[in-house]
């Protein structure tokens, strides 16, 4: 069974850093690219971040370029998302999704509050 | 960045109706979208890929159409457990856009 784990999500202060997790079973994880998304309450969702399965190539949307970084590690079955200045509009509740969109984790809040 | 736009924003359809929503790409996408099913704190569940492609135990009451630029999601016989947030996606190349969305609810 393909499981998608989300964690390390919280309540920072605008300008702090964050890390997310997301480990992955049930399927070859280095086989596969990773996509992030997020989805602010209330709000639809947004596409952030995809990595190809060998970290060859990676694509940002343009509300986080410069400031978030997806990468991941095969050995670990992990994939992470970096995000630095963090803004209040950074509230959401954050996906990672295998390529096709298939499966999808079930999220782990992110809230950026003074 | 490739715009997608989904009408209309929300519709109320009776349980047995047929129903079809509207997805429109600002350029031509081919057939690189996806539609997708989300409930109150639910993740996303993928329904059609490639545009007509029905996902693996999705019931075939859920039908997708379209290339190019102009795409439909049509539920037959709508029943009560339809009743979510839709939203279309484009998918093959990045960014991966998501429409805003169409909510469905049941009279």
């Known amino acids: 069974e393909v499981q998608l784990v989300e964690s390390g999500g919280g309540l920072v202060k605008p300008g702090s850093s964050l890390k997310l997790s997301c480990v992955a079973s049930?399927?070859?994880?280095?086989?596969?690219?990773m996509h992030w998304i997020r989805q602010a309450p209330k709000k639809g969702l947004e596409w952030i971040a995809l990595?190809?399965?060998?970290?060859?190539?990676?694509y940002y949307a343009d509300s986080v370029k410069g400031r978030f970084t997806i990468s991941r590690d095969n050995s670990k079955n992990t994939l992470y998302l970096e995000m630095n200045s963090l803004r209040s509009e950074d509230t959401a509740m954050y996906y990672c999704?295998?390529?096709?969109?298939?499966?999808w984790g079930q999220g782990v809040m992110v809230t950026v509050s003074s | 960045n490739i715009v997608m736009t989904q009408s209309p924003k929300s519709m109320s359809i009776s349980v047995g109706d047929r129903v079809t929503m509207n997805c429109k790409a600002s350029?031509?996408?081919?057939?690189?979208i996806a539609w997708y099913q989300q409930k109150p704190g639910q993740s996303p569940k993928l329904l059609i890929y490639?545009?007509?492609n029905r996902y693996t135990g999705v019931p075939d009451r859920f039908t997708g159409g379209g290339y190019g630029t102009d795409f439909t999601l049509t539920i037959n016989s709508v029943q009560a457990e339809d009743a979510a947030f839709y939203y279309c996606q484009r998918i093959y190349n990045s960014p991966n856009t998501f429409g805003a969305g169409t909510k469905l609810e049941l009279k």
């Open positions: 350029q031509n996408v081919g057939n690189n």
């Open positions: 049930g399927f070859t994880f280095s086989s596969y690219g």
């Open positions: 999704a295998k390529l096709e969109f298939d499966y």
């Open positions: 990595i190809y399965y060998d970290s060859s190539n990676k």
């Open positions: 490639y545009a007509s």
